[in-house]
């Protein structure tokens, strides 16, 4: 008998709300820019059409890095910002957009590094048109300033759960999966465009802010405390965060050197004691099974329950709702790696995110004297894993590979089925060949995107004499429960 382990997915989490996009108005720019000189651009394109989030991202350039400087007082929710995003040109541009919900913009110059001059731009829902003072050739790398401020908004998702900017008992938490960082800064907020980050966040003197990367300075002047933190390896904006309020902040090494920076809430401190030293371990573990770790740090943000509601693979260290278990942590630390450096090409490959996560817990308890992946696996198509019949039917309910719908992006079959895909393979090519893809895959898309088509082909690369039809046809891409297990 298979014990039910916890559920990631019990955990309420956001189930991809999109405010609704209104048409944005190009007509004018059209007009203005037609009788500048030099290339005739075109204006970049509202969304990259993702599957699930068709507005989501902008199209024509390709962010490099993100600067942002913010400052923030939970005591007025009022955030001030100035996000300096150098990007480069895809095409010939006479204007952008980017992913902007909630905020008042007060200015924006583009320009080269240093020397902007003043943008006109308009908003409609969470596309803000820019539309710089001289045309920019494909190629040109250029940097744009938005200065910014207001209230963050929350986005309440239609099953109730939050993302965006959270307010929290001792000030705020940033959770961006799927769409929720636009709710904070100006940017290309889709997976697709992964860019270094600089996040300068102040905060009233006795709150801290922790955000991704390694900090690089903290000073306090005037009764505000300034933190810096610096994200050198190309970071999905869904996975950026930052959390303001009383942590205690520890910083160690694991054995090969590698910062462990860990944050959590007082109230949390001994509940999660023992699970927070076992960081090292665990990617060790992970380093083991998944090949080198892919960032310059590692660690955990630990906050009360209450505020963050669920945890979420924020780069260098997840966000937990209070003390995680362990296998809790091996599936977030997992994400670093699937997800996180191998991130999807759109939301639809969140099976390759969510189903490895999941495949890594099952691995753990399996070297951990748990249960085998080969048993919970059988469990799962037995139909008693969970006690509740109709969790063990919603494994069904969809293919990994093709989510139903938006709402649906963080359900059983992305992650449970998405793990039992992985088992099938491994049952297919056998352990030793089956680490090797697990790894190889890891290192194949190390730090960029991938989709579920690289996936298969990867596999089918690695196995030549195997043959993965009948597994990708009822396993990951075919509707209902397959025939047999
Ligand atoms: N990715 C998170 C995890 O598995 C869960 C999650 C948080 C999520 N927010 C989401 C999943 C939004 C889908 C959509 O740990
Ligand atoms: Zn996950």
Known sequence: MVSRPR?????????????????????ITLVLTACSGGVQGKPGASGVRDPYFPKLGNGGYDVTHYGLTLSYDPATKRLNGTAEITAKATQDLSAFNLD???????????????EGADARWNRAGHELTVRPHDDLDK??????????SGTPETLTDPDGSEEGWLRTADGALALGEPTGSMTWFPGNHHPSDKASYDIKVTVPEGLRAVSNGELKDETTLNGRTTATWHIAEPMASYVATVAIGRYDITRSTTKNGLPVIVAVDPTQAEASKQVLASIPEVMEWEEANFGPYPFSSTGAIVDREEDAGYA????????????????FLVHELAHQWYGDSVTPRTWRDMWLNEGFATYAEWLWQEDHDGDTADEIFNSLYKGDYYDDPELNEAVWAFPPA????????????????????????RQTVG????????????AAHRHGNADTADFTAYVEKSAPDADFGAIWKDWLYGEGKPAKP
């Open 7 to 27: 559920r990631i997915a019990d955990v309420p989490r956001p189930s991809a709300a999109l405010p609704s996009a209104v048409p944005f108005a190009l007509a």
């Open 139 to 148: 190629g040109d790398t250029f940097r744009t300033t938005v200065r910014y």
């Open 402 to 425: 093709k989510p139903s719908s938006a709402a649906h992006l963080s359900d059983s079959p992305v992650y449970e089925r998405g793990a039992m895909v992985l088992h099938k393979i």
């Open 312 to 327: 979420l693979e924020t780069q260098n260290r997840p966000v937990f709702p209070g003390a995680p278990d362990t296998e």
């Open 100 to 114: 902007l919900e909630g905020l008042d913009v007060d200015e924006v110059t583009v320009g080269s590094e240093g």
């Open 431 to 442: 352990d030793d060949t089956f680490h090797d893809i697990i790894g190889g895959w890891a």
